[in-house]
């Protein structure tokens, strides 16, 4: 039988030749994420892990990137837990403060591999399939009962086909499809579906994918995927994975699918979500009487270095308007770093950017720029909910680095094709 991406995959990590829509299957996956919350999941089965320990080192991976440094008293004793369980079970894969972005430094250390099945305790957990993983996020239950068993199940997902053609026109970029497209299919048009991007994506690097495979959730989708090509070979090269260390999975031709939807990107212009949801989407040029009053590049879905890049030529030599406060964070230590031996972080706090330590940021509300009411922030993030980045009266607006980093010159929400030269 013919199988999707998701179908084949699944009957890969359940031993079944075979997989169908709606199948419950039992799995055991190639790692596990969890980040800050680590310390409320080992809470679940305290007495468990005392008794049995974890099913192994090696399937964790926990980094601490939501709330740092710590916050507050209560975020610090976390934190001290987390490590004290790490050292006690020899957790092998740890990153502590200043790493990154959780699913960042997943990716970036190769943990997350083609035809591999990775599952997290975060939503964002899609992000994996810019690289051929089938990835997704579960709850803190599941994930602490994994932790202990190294199993779990999974109902297998229908599947969707975007097949994408045309190319992007100068100033606009993969946030901007990903934002065109949960406009047109809705925040629940995926829903518990495997979404498989197909047609002309070889002009999409890896940084691209991440950013459009981070946002499959918010369509509601269980995973994301780019199939594996010379783009991701050369990725996983460059961070000194050789193709003998992976299998690749890719759909048979003949797989059949709940869906097929179609994209001409000459068609997507530089987009905007509003307030309050993410399908809430206007283009920018629609927007451009809307005061902003902080701008945002980072998190897991646009804090990379070609982010950082576009940001920065767009304000090179200019500075950001007086009203504007510009939160710079780089996904992870090393684009941090990349960033600063190129010269971006340079050009970007001369323009009047503040940056912040590589992690998450103001982007759950919890610290380091959160709004009051009344406020707005255009930021490169995936949410944009009610109280999500502070007070439940300030409003969050979605958009690309390019749109965010012309938006802080005018104050207004700026179509960046008006500042590129
Ligand atoms: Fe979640 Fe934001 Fe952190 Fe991404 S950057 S993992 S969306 S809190």
Excluded at 230 to 255: C, R
Excluded at 351 to 379: I, T
Aim: charged share 20%; aromatic share 6%; net charge negative.
């Amino acid at each position: 039988m013919e199988m999707t991406f998701a179908e084949k995959i699944l009957a890969n990590y359940a031993n079944e030749k075979e997989t169908i829509p709606g199948q419950i299957v039992t799995v055991q996956p190639a790692h596990l994420l969890t980040h800050d919350n680590t310390a409320a999941i080992i809470q679940k089965v305290d007495e468990e892990l005392n008794k049995y320990g974890v099913y192994s080192k090696n399937l964790s991976i926990i980094v601490l990137d939501h709330v740092i440094p710590a916050a507050s008293e209560k975020t610090a004793i976390n934190h001290k837990k987390i490590r004290e369980f790490v050292a006690k079970h020899d957790i092998k894969h740890f990153y502590d403060v200043g790493e990154g972005v959780c699913h960042q430094v997943v990716v970036e250390k190769g943990l997350a591999l083609p035809g591999k099945l990775l599952l997290g305790s975060d939503s964002h957990t899609c992000s994996y399939g810019a690289v051929g993983s089938f990835s997704s996020g579960i709850d803190r239950t599941e994930a602490a009962s994994l932790m202990l068993t190294g199993q779990t199940w999974l109902k297998v997902p229908q599947s969707i086909k975007v097949h994408i053609k045309g190319s992007l026109s100068k100033g606009v970029y993969a946030k901007d499809v990903i934002l065109h497209i949960i406009g047109d299919i809705s925040a629940s048009g995926a829903t518990y579906c495997s979404v498989e991007y197909h047609g002309e994506v070889e002009q999409f690097s890896v940084d691209d994918r991440f950013t459009i495979a981070n946002m499959g959730v918010e369509m509601g989708a269980k995973n994301s995927v780019f199939f594996v090509d010379d783009i991701t070979k050369q990725y996983l090269k460059s961070i000194g994975v050789n193709e003998s260390a992976y299998s690749p999975v890719i759909p048979d031709l003949g797989a059949s699918y709940m869906q097929t939807l179609d994209y001409d990107l000459n068609n997507v212009v530089p987009m905007v979500a509003c307030p309050h949801t993410v399908d809430n989407v206007k283009p920018a040029d629609q927007l451009e009487d809307i005061e902003i009053h902080q701008c945002l590049i980072g998190t897991c879905t646009n804090g990379r270095l070609s982010d950082l890049e576009i940001a920065a030529s767009i304000l090179k030599g200019k500075k950001i308007h007086k009203n504007v406060r510009l939160l710079i964070i780089p996904a992870s230590k090393q684009i941090f770093q990349e960033a600063m031996q190129k010269g971006i972080i340079q050009v970007l706090v001369d323009s009047g950017g503040m940056v912040l330590p590589p992690g998450c940021g103001p982007c759950l509300g919890a610290h380091q720029g959160v709004l009051s009411p009344g406020e707005r922030c255009l930021s490169t993030a995936n949410r944009n909910f009610k109280g999500r980045m502070g007070s439940k009266d300030a409003e969050i607006y979605l958009a690309s680095p390019a749109t965010v980093a012309a938006t802080a010159l005018n104050q207004t929400i700026t179509d960046p094709r008006e500042v590129i030269e």
